[in-house]
Structure formats: C-alpha cells, structure tokens
C-alpha cells in the first residue's frame, strides 16, 4: 500500500521540469516565511533536497543571514539513522550518501538532536493529518523520535504530494505542519484527536 502511493507521487515529481522545481519551492519558502514557527525558531535543521525535492539551499541561506543555527542531516546508512551537523556555509557541503549533499569531512561538528527546535522534513506524500511517506527506510522515523518535546516537525511538499489519507504504522512519526506552494496545513489540531 505505501509502495504503491510512493511511486505514483514519484512519478509524478521525478517528472517536473528544472523550472516547475524552482518556481514551485519559491512559493513554498514564500509561504514558509508567512509562519511564527519558522520565524520564531533558533536551531534548524534543514534537509539537503535531492531529486526534485522542494529546495532548501535558500531557506538555508535565509536562516544563516538571520541568525540562526542551521544543522543538516548526514545519514548513517548501516543503522538507516542520521545524525545531524552544524553548517556555516553551502561550501561546506559536498556529495555524499545516495548522492545526497553532507559536510565534507574537516566540516563535520556533530550536535544533540535535543538543540533542535524546528526541523524540515522532506518525504514522499502526506495527507492532511501529517501522516507521512518517505523513501521506505525509515530514516526521518527513527530520527524524529529522538527529538526533545515541543520540538516542531513541519514538512515541505508539493500540493500534488498531499493525498487523502495515509496509511500509517505504530512507528510513523506524524508532521505538525506541511507547507506547500499553496498553503501551510496545521496539523496539529488532528494530531491532538489521535
Ligand atoms: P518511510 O517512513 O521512509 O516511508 P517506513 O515508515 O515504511 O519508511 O519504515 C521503513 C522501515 O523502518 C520499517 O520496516 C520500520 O520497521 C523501520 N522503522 C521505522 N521507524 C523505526 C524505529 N523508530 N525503530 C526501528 N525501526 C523503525
Ligand atoms: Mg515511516
């Protein structure tokens, strides 16, 4: 079942144009900006988008101008878990698991997982009570329940990746928040009823 949503969504945004990405995750850090979560948070970290994920390198760049603490995931691929890295600079980055961006060695500054006050999740589809899909290794999972108490956990996505329901399982963590070029869906009210 979730097999099956995830490559239809995925079908559909391995298929965007290099210009639908752009245009699309403009209007989503537009809308990003719009929320006191975002704005009021210190310790961020960010995920480093691959394959027509919504982009983050200006939101990166948004929040290091702004004073914040920026952290990026580096994944631990024998345990399917990731730790996260402070990063200054962009520079800092170069390729690494899966081809996916991660501090070159002299860059690694590892950090608690309980510093993190907002962390953007990136994942494959999502409906509108946070349930979420991601690649199907679970990563963001066993990450996310590390995380301190109040910790905010919004999600990044198209629209088109936002479905009806979700099917969900025991260790699914859910999202607060989805922001989307469209809107920011609060979560947090469904989530309570769980
Ligand atoms: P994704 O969230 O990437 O879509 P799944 O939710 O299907 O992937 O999880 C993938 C695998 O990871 C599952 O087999 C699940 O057992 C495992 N998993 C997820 N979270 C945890 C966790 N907190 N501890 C141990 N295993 C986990
Ligand atoms: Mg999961």
Request: proline residues 4%; contains cysteine.
């Amino acid at each position: 079942m979730k097999d099956a949503i995830r490559k239809q969504i995925l079908r559909i945004r391995n298929g965007l144009s290099e210009k639908d990405v752009s245009l699309l995750s403009e209007k989503t850090f537009y809308n990003l900006k719009e929320n006191s979560f975002f704005n009021n948070s210190t310790h961020v970290m960010i995920y480093l988008d691959f394959k027509n994920e919504i982009k983050t390198d200006p939101i990166i760049n948004y929040c290091l101008k702004n004073n914040k603490k920026v952290y990026v995931p580096i994944c631990i691929s024998e345990t399917h878990e990731l730790c996260t890295s402070r990063i200054t600079s962009l520079e800092e980055l170069q390729s690494g698991h899966f081809g996916i961006r991660e501090p070159g060695l002299q860059y690694i500054r590892l950090s608690d997982s309980k510093l993190i006050d907002l962390v953007l999740v990136p994942g494959v589809a999502f409906d509108v009570s946070g349930n979420r899909i991601g690649f199907g290794a679970g990563y963001y999972d066993r990450f996310m329940m590390r995380l301190k108490p109040g910790a905010i956990k919004a999600a990044l996505a198209y629209s088109f990746q936002i479905v009806d329901t979700l099917p969900s399982d025991e260790y699914d963590i859910p999202m607060d928040y989805i922001v989307t070029e469209k809107c920011t869906i609060d979560c947090t009210d469904n989530y309570k009823q769980r």
